[in-house]
């Protein structure tokens, strides 16, 4: 039987590091890995994990200093993608992928009322 992971939010400590929150925070619960920054920050996602990511969709990149948009446009576009991807269901199997998992183990679901920041 799936588990149902609630995501409430997501979260950028810095342009490439990326992490998914709940009610409580930064999701701990698997299959999410958690990583720290130098600072003691927690998160999830970070330039590696994206280039991975982008292996199965394209939309999922870390930000290239070539890319004529800024740090905190791109955020805002990643930010945009992560939500839609965890509406249509795409996110599972992205994440299924990279942890390498056998897949049916969970599903990610927005948690709240849709905020504008993330509508396109």
Known sequence: MKRTILVHDISSIKHN???FKNEEGVIKESPF???RAPDG???HFDKEDLEKMGQYDSDLA???EKE???KAEYIRKMKQEFYHQ???GNMDVILTKLYKLSGDEFELRWGVEVEHKFKI
């Open 17 to 19: 590091y990326f992490s």
């Open 33 to 35: 890995v958690i990583k």
């Open 86 to 88: 965890i509406r249509s």
């Open 41 to 43: 920050s927690s998160y």
């Open 62 to 64: 870390p930000h290239d």
């Open 68 to 70: 004529k948009i800024s």
